[in-house]
């Protein structure tokens, strides 16, 4: 079972990484979450740490009041926190290159490890719970992780990942159909349920894409 998390190590866990749950830290705070129930170590180089199913129902649950006390000095963040890119977004300057398929790479092998975790039977086949209420950032990161290019600011060629009014469903945008049709295989073998639509009004081709749940 896993044990209450001190102040301290509250602050560590609600400065997870929103999309993965990868954690920043001292050596000395990590391994203390580790031997929590909180956070494992990726066995996989560089060995990264990540919140448990366990850390991530703390870091949902509403903090607990901390009485006043001085502040503390906060450690810098190294490389900011990862987002996966659901496009359309303003190019950020440095965010390219091997840097940023290392920060990709890391965070899809981390929600694989999450789909391991928390399922019965290790699978890592099928989206775990965290996916089905992050459906958004879900697909997209399965996307960048497949090597898709987003769309930038002004459109053009690259995925756009977007909400629908369907229940745990995002649309899929590309422009080139035959880029169009290879988002949707990466996502099919991602474990989304995948189809192929076209917009009424303005007849541009899309995909509807869902967590596959068998």
């Known amino acids: 079972m896993a044990l209450s998390p001190t102040a301290a190590q509250r602050r560590v866990i609600d400065a997870a990484e929103p999309v993965t749950g990868r954690l920043k830290g001292t050596e000395a705070q990590l391994a203390a979450l580790v031997r929590r129930g909180l956070a494992f170590r990726h066995p996989r180089p560089p060995h990264d740490h990540f919140l448990t199913p366990a850390g991530h129902r703390i870091r949902e649950a509403p903090a607990e009041p ?42 899809w092998e981390g929600l694989l490890e999450l789909r391991r975790m928390t399922r019965s039977d290790g699978s890592t086949e099928r989206p ?50 035959t880029a169009l049709r290879g ?32």
Do not use: I, M
């Not at 963040?77 to 290392?102: D, I, K, N, Q, T």
């Not at 769309?151 to 995002?170: K, L, S």
């Open 66 to 107: 901390e009485p006043p006390k001085a502040p503390e000095p906060a450690a810098p963040a190294a490389g900011g926190v990862f987002a996966a890119r659901v496009g359309g977004e303003e190019a950020v300057p440095g965010e390219a290159g091997p840097a940023r398929l290392r920060e990709v790479r890391s965070a």
């Open 128 to 177: 775990c719970e965290w996916e089905r209420t992050h459906l958004v950032r879900a697909a997209a990161l399965a996307l960048e992780a497949a090597g898709h290019r987003p769309a930038g600011p002004d459109g053009g060629d690259g995925y756009r990942v977007r909400a629908t009014p369907q229940p745990e469903a995002v649309a899929v945008y590309e422009p080139d159909g």
């Open 183 to 214: 988002c949707a295989a990466t996502l099919e073998r991602a474990g989304w349920q995948v189809g192929e639509h076209t917009e009424p009004r303005t007849r541009a081709r899309y995909l509807l894409a869902s967590p596959r749940k068998v």
